[in-house]
């Protein structure tokens, strides 16, 4: 069965350092991968996908994913992390691009000033 | 401004009682999807419509229904078989059923059984 997970349920950094929020999937076939953020009491806001091509992917806010497909990873990076960037991050994947997105359970960002 | 609408924004049901949330979308988007939100669950699809006057079970559609008469409204009705339904509920939209294109959301839709 097609899954996702976020090993991180919290993860925090000072502002100014570089951020890391890790996803990974489990899959029979070619994934669609996507980073999603909320803020409270809001619906969530697409940041990035990656559906085929160049590995490194780059999206909304200064923020950027890696396809690794060898480790079956989609890890969200930020090169520098801002107080606004605080917020809770959600990967999803869907499977062929014709199925529901399946999402993680979501990591929250804490960036400390 | 295109966009999902969802309403209310809260809403409170009593033990026993019917409530049906309200999704409306003007993107002109074939296919819609409702999550349901729990802390530390992450999302999970309640139903889905990849077109009109069809729908398609999600993993915990038990206790949930719905209905999609026009492209542009798939509301979701909470039943009193749903015995937890308290929670964030989420609608979202996709052009073409998906493929590929990111979903879009609206801004939820809270439900507290009083």
Redesign the interface.
């Known amino acids: 069965a097609q899954s996702v997970a976020q090993p991180e349920d919290q993860v925090n950094v000072a502002e100014g350092n570089p951020l890391t929020v890790k996803c990974t999937y489990s899959v029979s076939g070619n994934p669609y991968l996507f980073w999603y953020v909320q803020y409270p009491n809001r619906g969530l806001q697409f940041l990035l996908k990656y559906i085929t091509g160049d590995n490194l992917v780059k999206g909304s806010y200064g923020f950027e994913a890696e396809f690794n497909k060898s480790q079956t990873s989609f890890h969200l990076k930020k090169p520098s992390a801002l107080v606004s960037d605080s917020a809770l991050y959600f990967c999803a994947v869907s499977f062929s691009g014709n199925t529901p997105l399946v999402f993680g359970k979501g990591t929250r960002l804490s960036v400390i000033a | 401004d295109g966009g ?1 609408t ?1 309403s209310p924004k809260y809403l409170f049901r009593k033990e026993g009682q019917n409530v049906t949330l309200s999704c409306e979308q003007n993107l002109n988007h074939d296919a819609m ?1 409702w ?1 349901r939100q729990d802390p ?6 309640i139903y ?1 419509s990849q077109i009109v006057n069809d729908f398609q079970k ?1 993993d915990i559609a038990e206790g949930y229904s719905v209905s999609r008469e026009k492209k542009e409204s798939f509301p979701l009705t909470v039943t009193s078989a749903q015995k937890n339904p308290t929670a ?1 509920y ?1 609608c ?1 939209s996709t052009p073409d ?12 839709t ?1 439900l507290t059984v009083v």
């Not at chain 2, 530390?40 to 699809?45: A, E, V």
């Open positions: 999902i969802q999807y999550y530390g669950q992450g999302l999970r699809l889905y999600g964030f989420l979202a059923r998906g493929r590929g294109d990111g979903y879009t959301f609206g801004s939820g809270r």
